[in-house]
């Protein structure tokens, strides 16, 4: 493999502008990282994180949040405060009544958005959306705030330059039944439950997991590299191809991303599976990005 060599490509908000001189693979590259960027900077995205809350079986508020907010049968629930500067709207939420909502265990969805005290305009740039969240069995609150510093701040993910060494087609080998695992988190008292639907053979008889589908697989992984986050991920196969159809998979390591937890302190993104841990640096893909 090949040394690492540090990217500087210029960025805004649009993401990586490429040089012109690149070859068709880097200028590849260069597209889907400025497509994996744009996503990141939505209002909302993996940017936008301020808090991760826990309510409690009593309802009481909640540090920034508008009304109070409890737990109870299966259900998160909120309501109202007399005290309230700001109010929480959406399609799910009740008026004059109590709103209540059920997620699934590893799952999410947007409650609602609010207007904090003191902002205006509705143009998607001010209001903070409320995600719920469970995890382990608990339920938890997410803040995504589009006037998070990690947003408006952000100038761009530190990468490894391309390097087509770093592109693989490696043995693979698919289970008839997908195993069930339970892996840890990034936040402390938390784990998650995935399915294991194959392994990967990659340099010397190192035996990854993969995790998800079978028709999109994925590699949580862990290497020897110093500057990148405690952990990547990266979505095996060649887009557009059913990766379970053959015996070898394509592994894009220039590829591998820092997960949400590497951005902000508010991810609850699942560790590899152990044993998923290359012994040697893999300088290709996101360095870490704080």
Avoid at 119 to 134: F, H, N, P, T
Avoid at 139 to 147: I, V
Avoid at 190 to 197: D, I
Avoid at 257 to 269: D, E, I, K, Q, V
Wanted: aromatic share 8%.
């Amino acid at each position: 493999m090949t040394d690492p060599r540090s990217t500087t490509i210029a960025t805004d908000l649009t993401g990586p502008v490429a040089p012109p001189d690149l070859s068709a693979a880097e200028r590849e590259h260069a597209a889907w990282r400025a497509a994996r960027e744009r996503k990141l900077c939505e209002p909302h995205g993996w940017l936008s994180p301020v808090a991760l809350l826990w309510p409690t079986s009593t309802p009481r508020p909640l540090p920034g949040l508008p009304g109070e907010w409890w737990v109870a049968d299966g259900r998160l629930f909120t309501r109202p405060t007399a005290g309230d500067t700001s109010a929480l709207v959406g399609d799910l939420v009740r008026y004059g009544a109590p709103t209540s909502v059920a997620v699934a265990e590893g799952r999410s969805l947007v409650l609602g958005t609010y207007l904090p005290e003191g902002r205006s305009g509705a143009d998607g740039e001010q209001e903070v959306a409320v995600e719920v969240v469970r995890r382990t069995g608990r339920y938890g609150l997410r803040l995504r705030d589009p006037q998070a510093p990690t947003r408006t701040g952000f100038s761009g993910v530190p990468a490894f330059a391309y390097d087509p060494a770093w592109v693989l087609d490696v043995p693979v080998r698919w289970f008839d039944r997908a195993v069930s695992l339970t892996v840890g988190a990034a936040q402390p008292r938390l784990v998650h439950h995935v399915e294991a639907v194959g392994e990967v053979e990659i340099a010397h008889d190192h035996l990854l997991l993969l995790t998800g589908t079978l028709a999109q697989p994925r590699l949580l992984f862990t290497d020897e590299t110093d500057g990148v986050a405690p952990w990547r991920v990266l979505r095996a196969g060649v887009p557009g191809e059913e990766p379970a159809a053959s015996d070898t998979l394509r592994l894009d390591l220039n590829r591998a991303t820092a997960l949400p937890f590497a951005f902000t302190g508010f991810g609850t993104c699942p560790a590899p599976a152990a044993g998923n841990h290359l012994p040697f640096a893999v300088p290709a893909g996101e360095k870490a990005p704080r």
